[in-house]
């Protein structure tokens, strides 16, 4: 089985701008998570989606948003870019949203000038 | 608030020798607790993990050990090896919440030859 794919792996942007980061789950996979690594703050959870519909959602702005399609790929939104959010943004596969385990992908490396 | 506090922040150890990497956790909700391995580049990737109805559980030379009246639990690896070397992370989840993992700060591990 082919793992999580994330697109783009890597992105610069300028400060103010908006990016979309992509991501495919396994398949059969119907929960999809984001987190945000930084080397400052770790791991931390972003949003969680499944059948469509945002089960969850971390503290950070409401500038940062997500998605799901009913294929599954979700997408998530970062508006008004700022420095600080430069960071790798990890997606995260599971079964279920009451499945424990998580397959990550090899994440977005987002540099924000 | 961090809630689950990961130690140390960085180990050296010696090729064959025993890592052992500590996490505590305050909230008693959680209840699955899995490690995960992330190389530079890389997205973590599941290790092992660990419910709190064992003390112990072992794959191969990683072994995670339980405490759950201190709410406290730790990773060992058995006969390091060089290829061992990278970021270790501890997380933890609760039922409600299995999407939503909530990861300590991470230990980057070196094992000399």
């Known amino acids: 089985k082919a793992g999580v794919t994330q697109t783009p792996r890597y992105l610069i942007k300028t400060r103010g701008q908006q990016v979309t980061l992509s991501c495919s789950p396994i398949?059969?996979?119907?929960?999809v998570s984001w987190y945000q690594q930084t080397p400052g703050q770790g791991l931390q959870f972003l949003f969680e989606?499944?059948?469509?519909?945002?089960?969850n959602k971390g503290n950070f702005p409401g500038r940062f948003s997500g998605r799901q399609f009913s294929n599954s790929r979700s997408e998530m939104n970062v508006s008004t870019l700022e420095l600080g959010d430069s960071a790798l943004y990890l997606c995260?596969?599971?079964?279920?949203?009451?499945?424990?385990?998580?397959?990550f992908g090899p994440g977005t490396r987002l540099t924000v000038t | 608030q961090q809630q689950v506090k990961q130690s140390p922040q960085s180990l050296i150890v010696q090729k064959g020798g025993i890592s052992i990497i500590n996490c505590a956790y305050e909230?008693?909700?959680?209840?699955?607790f899995p490690w995960y391995q992330q190389f530079p580049g890389k997205g973590p990737a599941l290790l092992i993990a660990?419910?709190?109805?064992?003390s112990e559980k072992k794959e191969g030379r990683f072994t995670i050990s339980f405490n759950k009246s201190a709410k406290q639990f730790s990773l060992h690896i058995m006969d390091s090896q060089p290829g061992d070397s990278a970021t270790y992370f501890c997380?933890?989840?609760?039922?409600?919440?299995?999407?939503?993992?909530?990861f300590g700060d991470g230990t980057t591990l070196t094992v000399k030859p």
């Open positions: 995260a596969s599971s079964l279920y949203s009451s499945s424990y385990e998580q397959y």
């Open positions: 398949s059969g996979h119907r929960s």
């Open positions: 989606y499944f059948s469509e519909t945002q089960r």
């Open positions: 909230n008693t909700a959680f209840d699955y």
């Open positions: 660990i419910r709190p109805d064992v």
């Open positions: 997380a933890a989840s609760t039922n409600t919440n299995a999407g939503k993992s909530t």
